[in-house]
């Protein structure tokens, strides 16, 4: 059967098979195609594509139909838990690579990771603004207490007041340059991606945060002077000085969570974004600034009108550059409020882990053979079609979304029954039981945020717990930056979200034992 409009015999002379499997008398042919076929859609099935009276002909090869390929495996996060997947002496030793990593020569920065010679990454070994913030942002929410952590939060101020003050040799603010060097603080002065607009945000959050929990503790005199001074002058504090920045400049073009493209609308730099301002103005109630509180909050309430448009029915997309992309799932983590937009539970964010787990569980062989070994949970990567440093899957997005389910858990002992629609959602995301509710459906959730560690856990092993950016595709390794400060601080997070989705679990378990 001709499959395709008439071509010349050099259009079509493409081989989709080596050696002499294509060379099939034409009587003798079992079509491979429909009327249609393309070139490319009949070489995909391993079929031959070769001229037919001036035509193309896509068929078989000797033999006849190929048997299909095997069934590609689901990822399917039902697991069923048996404790806490990393040991206490396990998360212990994960902090310590954190902490090394933070507070470099007592300067207050964090760096990226202690790596000068990564490949395609270049050098790792300085303070990005995104990934301190975020980082010192997860040494203050998993501290036991303030005091553990006082030091280093005290010298992470005073390095961002630092570099809030240096000279921009790019023309920008200096507020959206990406990374700085250490200890010195300065810009990076070579070619990057920027503005980068999350970052005063992130920034700001993280302190305010902070201060909120120092005027508790009656510390108001270190935010009196640092965080928020009451003056009029250029800064006002460092949790000022961003909060003006961002405020004023929400809507400025600037860089994706992975420092690649550009745009004006990225959901990771909204969600997070609106979650800053919230919490900056609660900060600034606290201070006396009812004027700014009312600011960040109008800011606040234009930003939550872009956010739904990120919802295509289905998922939540990045952008409109780059759709299927991890930093949503960082975002629903880094930027949650907890007042019901983009609810855990809800079907933006389920269809957004249905979409992401297809898309990764099938990227990745790994995950095939992680599968077919009985290892349990997925593995995350970035973006589809990602090939930076071979495109593979990263630790620390793996365990956003291992703290997403642990949420999730957390948040189905409070939600009583979920519709069923909802809940088709839900068994799709991670293949759990039908008909759970209540303390079942949250056991069922923390059992699949376990089996993500898990998997986690099986690779890297092998080099002690130490941590890379990436874990190769195919084998499983390790690489690409070593000791990443990021994943530790994702890691620590997860760990955090585990204990207090089990806390309140037990706690429902106790009650109902009374």
Known sequence: MVLSRMLSVAAVAGVAL?????????????????LGTTQSDCEAKGCCWRPADGAAWCFYPQGGPAPPPPPRSE?????????????DDEEAKVRSFFLANIDIQGSGAVVAAPDHNTGPGGDYHFHWERDGALSTHALLATADKLTDVDEHLQHYVQWVL????????HGIDVRAEPKYTIPD????????????????????KTLSEYGLALLEAGKADFVKQNLWTGSDDKHGGA??????????????????????????????????MRASLEIGAQFAEKMGDKD???RYRGVKADIEKTLMGHFDGTFVFESQNRKKDSAVIEAFNVGDLNDGMFNVLGKEVLGTVITLNDLFCNAYEINQKDGAAGIPGILYGRYENDNYDGGNPWVLLSASLATLLYRQS???LSVGSIDPATYSLLQKATHIEDGLSGKDLAEALLGAGDGVMLRIKHHVQATDLHMAEQIKRDDGSMSSAKDLTWNYANMLKAFKARKASAK???AVSKVMVV
């Open 410 to 412: 957390a948040a189905a």
């Open 292 to 294: 700014a509180a009312g």
């Open 75 to 87: 990822c399917k996060l039902a697991y069923k838990s048996d404790g806490q997947p990393f040991t």
């Open 18 to 34: 080596a050696g002499d499997t294509c060379d099939v008398e034409g009587s003798a042919r079992q079509d491979c195609g429909v």
């Open 162 to 169: 630092k570099v809030q003050n240096q000279d921009d040799p």
């Open 185 to 204: 603080g300065k810009p990076f002065t070579g070619a990057w991606c920027r503005p980068q607009t999350d970052g005063p945000g992130l920034r700001a």
């Open 504 to 506: 309140a679990i037990a």
């Open 239 to 272: 949790v000022k000085y961003d909060l003006e920045w961002l405020a004023s400049n929400w809507q400025q073009s600037g860089c994706d969570l992975w420092e690649e493209i550009q745009s004006e609308d990225f959901f990771w730099g909204r969600y997070t």
